[in-house]
């Protein structure tokens, strides 16, 4: 090969080279421009977000979608109110139906679904520091648009203009130090992308930056190349104002446990079951699941238990954690809703409580009493018992079923013979109630529970049951019926240790398998230590039926990571200096500044302990509030009930009204390690004091009568 040929070859490569770079430089500018419009949208929504700074807020621009090399991610905030993952559109000509998003006639909608996907990702990640999924939102901002407020799935959508009060309506969610940590997170899992258009709109925004030192409601007291806070907007001054002022929410309402995060998520390919030992937070995991539930898939989730006080306290509790979401949260009792369901249907029932208990009477002395079950129990709510709980509340309908039936839960044992003379009484009764034209209330469940196995009703996704060992077995298929074995469909959520009602049976029963479906929680986030170990002494030894089939003792607590003082037990000779004590017991725990009038709690396992209770702290001019008439919202009034009112409730201070000395642990208690009734109602006792005692966060007080 010659010196030329060798030049000319070189030349043509060069030429080559030449042309490459050039194509390359062309694609590169069309590529700019082409991107410009974008950049500047961009810009656009930083600057109407950038007030946020002023109260907290931090903006982290352009960065990294995470497992991905090439996809972006327009803006991230962290701040009181929670992370927001910010996709700006300059969408023009949008129009917005209901569920759907169209652009020029042409459905878009699907162009989210990245968006949702990238939420829910970030969800199990921060899961890991124990933000709840809730606090996490895929945020859409029409650049240039005013006035738009839609949810698309999971995703919201605001024009531009209101944006920053769409963050700021949703108060302070997180405390300065969680924002720390949720923004340290948040700068590791979406990393900061380094090209040069990108590095430019942050240096831009720097140049404007808040000069936040010594602001007190800033969290940016150091400057942070990624951020972007920036000048204030005159027009949001208002929302600003009442952002800094904002009374913040409970810490359990967005900053949880990470087991408890990831569970409030997770998963279930059909019947699930939550449980755990008291304070171990398992309300706050079904509060949390149903909001999740309620963002993630169409139709209404419902949340139920047997105390009908208690739906209505977890209603004010959700409109509070997830006031956005909380129209597809339906919280009603379970008889309330069989009730509301035959009525809706059409369905008379002549419900008649006070009816019940006078025909009952008569049955029982006319069929009762005279017979083998007066000899064996002379009281006859043993029996009431046994035809309510066993007999209704298992669906049990001829005496085959009920002469072959495990009568779980019922201490005392029972001939067929025997079985036959209750079953005596009971069709005694149901003459009687048919004759009359009346019903009890377990009727009202057996007639729903039967109308919806005819006619399904298709209203909700999900059915999440909080005390679930309470419910019988007819209102479990009742409500098993509304979603049966669907993913996610029906949670349940209790302790065995914590029934207090007599009868029991098992999942099976029913129907329901859960398949390795159930999680146990240890770790008890409520009570100090010796409120618990005192608590644990009075239930030591007792075994129970779990509703899934096994005989267990207490699940144990692993971990109970709080401390405080003793519980105290005072012992009183009468009735009178026992009532008056507590009065001055109230205004000396609020004196020492460890409680107002509305973090203390009066309990009492009988209905007449309330009234003295109500009456003694009236007299002594102390504001009240029963727990039949509670229903969530702050009071600053000492809350008085019975133990059944106070399920899934808690106090900073409980006092524990005319409670029987016997029943304590080392108060020659009582025994129960015979067989009968009166055995089964100690055992029942006892366990209704360890709910009582379990409501205490900080302290215990306990007055004992003879």
């Keep these: 090969m010659t010196a030329g040929t060798s030049a000319g070859i070189e030349s043509r490569r060069q030429l080559m080279l030449t042309e490459k770079r050039e194509h390359a430089a062309a694609l590169a500018r069309r590529a700019a421009a082409r991107h410009m419009v974008p950049a500047r949208v961009e810009r656009d929504v930083a600057a109407a977000l950038a007030p946020l700074a002023e109260v907290g807020y931090h903006l982290l621009p352009n960065r990294g979608w995470p497992g991905s090399r090439i996809a972006q991610i327009d803006l991230v905030v962290v701040g009181p109110s929670g992370l927001y993952i910010v996709d700006t559109k300059s969408w023009s000509d949008v129009t ?31 899961a890991d520091l124990g933000l709840a999924p809730g606090e996490i939102h895929p945020l859409v901002v029409l650049a240039g648009r005013s006035g738009i407020r839609a949810r698309i799935g999971t995703v919201e959508m605001v024009g531009e203009t209101d944006a920053a009060r769409y963050i700021l309506e949703r108060g302070i969610r997180l405390s300065r130090k969680q924002v720390d940590k949720v923004l340290s997170a948040a700068r590791d899992y979406f990393p900061i992308v380094g090209a040069p258009g990108q590095l430019q709109l942050a240096a831009e925004a720097t140049e404007a930056r808040v000069a936040s030192e010594g602001s007190e409601g800033s969290v940016n007291e150091e400057p942070d190349h990624d951020t972007i806070p920036l000048l204030s907007n005159a027009a949001l001054m208002r929302q600003l104002d009442s952002a800094l002022s904002a009374t913040p929410i409970e810490d359990w309402m967005s900053f949880l446990d990470p087991e408890q995060a990831r569970l409030a998520r997770r998963s279930f390919n059909g019947p699930s079951r939550i449980r755990g030992a008291v304070g171990t937070g398992k309300t706050v995991v079904g509060l949390h699941r149903a909001a999740y539930l309620a963002r993630s898939q169409p139709g209404i989730v419902l949340v139920t238990s047997y105390v009908s006080t208690l739906p209505a306290v977890l209603s004010a509790q959700m409109d509070r954690l997830a006031p956005d979401i909380s129209r597809r949260i339906e919280f009603v009792g379970t008889h309330a809703f069989a009730k509301r369901l035959l009525s809706d249907r059409g369905i008379r029932v002549n419900l008649q409580p006070a009816a019940a208990d006078a025909e009952f009477e008569h049955a029982w002395r006319a069929v009762g009493k005279p017979g083998p079950l007066g000899r064996l129990e002379a009281k006859s709510t043993y029996w009431e018992d046994e035809i309510e709980h066993v007999i209704k509340g298992r669906g049990i309908t001829t005496f085959d079923q009920y002469a072959e039936l495990a009568r779980a839960g019922r201490r005392r044992g029972l001939t067929l013979d025997q079985r036959r003379a209750v079953w005596e009484l009971y069709c005694a009764y149901q003459a009687r109630m048919t004759a009359r034209g009346a019903r009890d209330e377990a009727d009202l469940i057996l007639l729903a529970e039967e109308s919806l196995r005819e006619y399904p009703l298709e209203r909700y996704s999900a059915v999440i049951v ?13 409500l098993h019926h509304l979603v049966g074995n669907a993913t996610d469909g029906l949670t349940l959520i209790g302790d065995g240790q914590q029934s207090i009602y007599p009868g029991g049976y098992t999942l099976g029963e029913v129907g329901i398998s859960l398949a390795g ?12 230590a010796e409120i618990l170990h005192f608590a644990e002494g009075v239930v030591a ?23 405080g003082p003793s519980p105290l037990v005072v012992r009183f000779t009468n009735r009178a200096t026992h009532d008056a004590e507590l009065p001055r017991r109230v205004r000396e725990m609020v004196a020492a500044g460890g409680a107002a009038f509305g973090d203390i709690g009066i309990l009492s396992l009988t209905t007449f302990g309330v009234r003295a209770a109500v009456d003694a702290l009236r007299k002594a001019n102390i504001p009240v509030i029963e727990l039949n008439r509670y229903n969530g919202k702050a009071v600053d009034a000492v809350k008085i009930g019975t133990v059944k009112r106070a399920k899934g409730l808690e106090f900073k201070q409980v006092l524990l009204a005319q409670v029987p000395s016997t029943l304590l642990p080392g108060q020659n208690s009582i025994a129960i390690s015979e067989e009968g009734a009166a055995a089964e109602h100690t055992e029942l006792q006892k366990r209704e004091l360890y709910v009582a005692m379990t409501r205490a966060r900080d302290g215990l007080w306990i007055g004992t009568i003879p």
């Design 96 to 126: 917005i139906d209901q569920t759907r998003i169209y652009r020029q006639n042409v459905d878009v909608t699907d162009d989210l679904a990245t968006l949702a996907d990238l939420a829910y990702a970030t969800e199990a990640e921060m």
């Design 466 to 478: 909080d005390e679930a060992q309470d419910l019988s077995s007819t209102m479990i298929r009742m």
């Design 517 to 528: 479906r159930g999680v146990v929680m240890n770790t008890n986030y409520r009570n100090t």
């Design 541 to 563: 030894g007792d075994v129970y039926l779990d509703i899934e089939g096994a005989t267990a003792e207490d699940d144990d607590v692993t971990s109970v990571p709080r401390s």
